[in-house]
C-alpha cells in the first residue's frame, strides 16, 4: 500500500530576481532568497547592501522593477493583510515622542485580528498581557514609548510581534544602541519563537553574536552572495566578498 504523505509548509520567504532601483542606483540585483518556517536566518552586509531594501521590498513600502516575492506561497500583500507577517524597524525610522503607551504600541500587533471596529475583545487584552510578560516589560506597559531605554524599545516591538501571532518576523538591526540584558532577552525570544514554528529574518551588524542567534546566514551585496551555516559564512573568505578585504573575526 501505498504510504500518504502531507505536503510540505511553503517557504515563509521565497524571492527570485529581486531588483530594486532609486532613481539609477541599484540597490538590489537579482536576489534569490528563501526561508522556511521555524528557522532563524541572520542577514550580514555592510551599510549599502541592500537589507533595509529587502525588508521594504518584503513590507510592501518598495517597489521592486524586476523580480518576485511569495510569503507562505502566496501574495505579499495576502500575508500581511492576513496580520502573518511582522516588521521590527530600525530605530531612527520611529518617532518615539508620539503619544502612546506601551500597552498601546503592542496592541497595535492585534489591529488584523479586530475587524474595522478595533474593538478590542479580552483574547487581545491576554495577548498583550502575554507578551509584554515574555519580554519583561509588564511593569511598563502604562509607560510613554519615549521613555523607555533602547532595549525596551526593541523588545516592545518584538512584544508586538509576539501579541500579533505572526508566522514571520522581520528586524531590522535589532541589537543596535541596545544593553546586554536586552540582546540577551531578544535572542531568548527569537530562539523560543523559531521554535514554535516562526520564520525569522534578522539583520545584524554582530557577527560574533550570530552562531548562537542563528540557523542559516545570508551575506548580501545587492545581491545574495551565499546563504548557508553560520560556520560557513563566517569563514574569512566569504566575509571579505561581503566586507571588503582585512575583515576579521571578532
Known sequence: ???????????AIEVRGLAVRYDEVVALDGVDLTLHPGRVTGLLGMNGSGKSTLFG????????????????????????????????PQSEAVDWDFPVSVADVVMMGRYGR???T??????????????????GLSEFAGRQI??????QRKRVFVARGIAQEAGL??????????????????????????????????????LA????????VVLLQKRVLFQGTPAEALAPERLALAFGLGVELP
Open 1 to 11: 500500500m501505498s504510504e500518504t504523505r502531507m505536503p510540505a509548509a511553503a517557504p
Open 57 to 88: 521590498a518584503l513590507m510592501g513600502s518598495v517597489k521592486p522593477v524586476a523580480g518576485s516575492i511569495r510569503l507562505f506561497g502566496g501574495q505579499p500583500a495576502r500575508a500581511r493583510r492576513e496580520n502573518r507577517v511582522s516588521y521590527v
Open 114 to 116: 479586530q475587524g474595522f
Open 118 to 135: 478595533r474593538r478590542v475583545r479580552s483574547a487581545d487584552r491576554a495577548a498583550v498581557e502575554q507578551a509584554l510578560e515574555r519580554v
Open 146 to 151: 519615549g521613555e523607555l531605554s533602547g532595549g
Open 169 to 206: 518576523m522581520l528586524l531590522d538591526e535589532p541589537f543596535a544602541g541596545v544593553d546586554k540584558g536586552s540582546e540577551r532577552t531578544i535572542i531568548t525570544l527569537l530562539r523560543e519563537l523559531a521554535g514554535e514554528g516562526c520564520g525569522i529574518l534578522v539583520s545584524t551588524h554582530d
Open 209 to 216: 553574536g550570530v552562531p548562537e542567534l542563528c540557523d542559516e
